[in-house]
């Protein structure tokens, strides 16, 4: 069910998740959704940047012209939430395209810390707060940043605002979003900038969620068998390979630590097995044409970088998982 603002909020939730753009949250936590509703649970998904594009807003890339068209955006998240079997909430914040910002801007190395995002920050920060104090929640799902998304570190931020609320009641977890995590460079370069030792077999926690990780090799396959990225010709694929090798071991070897934001004794990271679920959530992944470009991936292939993202974080063969971090 949508709820049409915060104000029809009218029972609990035991969990919210919160998503940047309308795919994420289906992309990145369907599966553990899809478990805490066959377990009775209830969940409500709020997605932060979904206001309606400006009609004079204009985009050069091809690939981001689909982003424009919000009827059939938010007709297909529609679509997913009902596969989920969760309600769900828009808020009217527009996202980075649409905040007369250039495309090319989406993405940064740090976090751009200016006065419109700080402003941008508090106002989601206040009603977020809200939400969860409506809903009486506990638990609260965050975007981690993987990729350096500028909105999906604005929400990071808020979730950073949310945890030093000290009336908080509820739990604050982030979770790893697809398909950024995915690439070991993206993952590894967050990690290393918002957790303290976090990367490597030389993780404090010793969890398997770092016992391996996804060969380069085997990552090239998986981006050239999605046509949508124009990546599939065999020509393409050396040059694909020198340059993914060569991102991730310049992360490896010349990124350093710049600042930790949680004491290794407050982050505990927690793998969700959704292995029972996995075609419900490729079925929720799939309602998303638009955003896979209608020819892109079809199910096998989505159903393969699950695969693949389950073998970064330590799951057996032929299993599924999702990975979280909880903030104590």
Not at 115 to 126: G, W, Y
Not at 175 to 188: C, K, S, T
Not at 190 to 205: Q, Y
Request: hydrophobic letters at 40%.
């Amino acid at each position: 069910m949508q709820l049409k603002d915060t104000h029809a909020i009218r029972h609990r939730y035991d969990y919210v998740y919160i998503s940047p753009h309308f795919d994420d949250v289906a992309a990145s936590c369907g599966g553990r959704i899809l478990n805490q509703k066959q377990a009775g649970k209830s969940v409500l998904v709020v997605t932060v940047f979904s206001a309606r594009a400006n009609r004079a807003t204009r985009v050069n890339n091809r690939a981001l012209q689909a982003m424009l068209d919000y009827d059939r955006r938010r007709l297909e998240d529609m679509k997913a939430m009902q596969l989920l079997g969760v309600d769900f909430l828009w808020l009217d914040f527009p996202e980075v395209l649409f905040r007369r910002q250039p495309s090319w801007r989406r993405y940064g190395i740090t976090y751009p810390d200016t006065d419109a995002n700080k402003r941008l920050c508090h106002q989601i920060t206040i009603q977020l707060a809200a939400i969860c104090k409506q809903t009486q929640c506990v638990e609260m799902m965050l975007p981690l940043g993987i990729g350096q998304h500028v909105d999906h570190q604005i929400l990071f931020q808020t979730g950073l605002s949310c945890h030093q609320n000290s009336l908080r009641q509820h739990a604050i977890l982030f979770y790893e979003e697809m398909p950024y995590a995915l690439f070991p460079f993206l993952r590894n370069y967050r990690l290393k900038k918002i957790f303290p030792g976090a990367i490597g077999l030389r993780h404090p926690h010793q969890i398997k969620a770092f016992s391996s990780q996804l060969p380069t090799k085997k990552l090239v396959y998986l981006l050239t068998d999605m046509p949508s990225l124009g990546l599939h010709h065999v020509i393409s694929r050396p040059w694909i390979f020198l340059l993914l090798k060569v991102l991730d071991l310049g992360v490896r070897y010349l990124v350093r630590h710049s600042k930790t934001y949680f004491i290794e004794s407050q982050i505990k990271p927690h793998i969700e097995d959704i292995s029972s679920v996995i075609d419900l959530k490729v079925a929720a992944i799939s309602a998303y044409g638009s955003q896979l470009h209608d020819a892109g991936p079809k199910s096998q292939t989505i159903k393969k970088w699950l695969a693949a993202y389950a073998n970064c974080i330590g799951m057996a063969p032929a299993s599924y998982g999702e990975l979280y971090w909880r903030v104590r």
